[in-house]
């Protein structure tokens, strides 16, 4: 099985995609690392811990980023998420609590521990992961992947008309992490667009999950109501449940190769952009960059039927 590091900002997609990297005997989660992003901080850990307390589960937390790099932090989105993260649904109290490392310097020692074989699975902003590559440039060398839920290529945004939120709500550290040179997979708003967790779905995932279902379905109606509203869609989009979906099965996703930008400033802030060869485009220049893999495409059906099994 994959050994993974789960850097997540939960949030109620986040909750579906922990669940799932919990329940699946593929992934050996090492552990779940924490940043602002749907929520605070403080909330993003505290939830990151309940989960896996749902589960039954003892994985280590690491807290991490409480903003960003270097813009103004946006205010957390309440009206998806709710403003526990978990759209507002009474929560039991937590017994366990975070390790004593902060985020980046877990991925640091658990990359450094078992180099060429974990895996960075990042579905929020990206400041642990830049944080991590500044306080160990090698990681770059050592990571076996990393695979980031977030971006567009061709779908357009879904903060701004180009930018997807955990780009936007971090550009500075979006750019280091996508511009870096390790291997990496991009599963943006292209792919996961694609994808609609529909009410009948999430009802047996909350059968079939106990404690934990019962917080996935009461936070997915919240959710829901959400993109109701602002998408007229019946379900959600399980943006970072795809990250692992492609992780365990890439063969759902239609992949093109090129290297990644991310814009910093100005109007067109965390849009990604990506050059289908080999040039990168880097503050304003070409050079030779790394080729990432990015998703453009998905079998949204047969992505759902995954996620359904596996929970
Ligand atoms: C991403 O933004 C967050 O709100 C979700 O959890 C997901 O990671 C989708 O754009
Ligand atoms: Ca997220």
């Known amino acids: 099985s994959t050994p993974i590091i789960f850097d997540t900002d939960p949030g109620v997609d986040d909750a579906q995609a922990i669940a799932i990297a919990l329940a699946h005997p593929d992934i050996e989660l090492l552990g779940l690392t924490t940043t602002f992003g749907n929520v605070t901080i403080e909330v993003a850990t505290h939830n990151a811990l309940l989960l896996a307390e749902l589960a039954g589960q003892r994985i280590p937390v690491a807290q991490g980023a409480a903003e960003p790099l270097v813009k103004k932090k ?3 989105p309440g009206h998806i998420h709710g403003d526990n993260g978990l759209g507002n649904i009474a929560l039991p109290d937590i017994s366990t609590r975070a390790v004593a490392q902060s985020a980046p310097q877990f991925i640091v020692e658990q990359v ?7 895996v960075l699975v990042a579905v929020g902003p990206l400041g642990n992961l830049a944080a991590a590559l500044q306080l160990d440039p090698t990681l770059v060398d050592k990571v076996k992947r990393v695979v980031v839920m977030g971006g567009s290529i061709r779908e357009g945004g879904n903060v701004t008309p180009v930018a997807e939120a955990n780009m936007f709500n971090d550009p500075h550290a979006a750019a280091r992490v996508l511009q870096a040179s390790w291997p990496l997979t991009l599963v943006g708003l292209d792919a996961t667009h694609r994808c ?8 047996k995932i909350a059968r079939a999950q106990g404690d934990l279902g019962r917080v996935l379905a009461e936070s997915y109606a919240f959710y829901r109501a959400f993109y109701q509203k602002a998408l007229g869609i019946d379900g959600c989009c399980p943006h970072d449940s795809c990250a692992l979906v492609w992780l365990l099965r890439p063969d759902l996703f239609e992949v093109e190769r090129g290297t990644l ?23 304003g220049r070409w050079s030779q960059g790394t080729l990432a893999d990015v998703c453009l495409n998905a079998d949204g059906p047969a992505v759902i039927a995954w996620i359904v099994d596996t929970l």
Request: no cysteine; aromatic share 2%; net charge negative.
């Open 196 to 203: 609609v967790l529909d009410p009948a779905s999430m009802e």
């Open 112 to 118: 450094n521990a078992r180099p060429g074989e974990v």
């Open 261 to 283: 930008s991310v814009v910093t400033d100005g109007l067109a802030e965390g849009q990604t952009l990506m050059a289908p060869h080999s040039r990168q485009f880097v503050d």
């Open 74 to 76: 946006n205010p957390p």
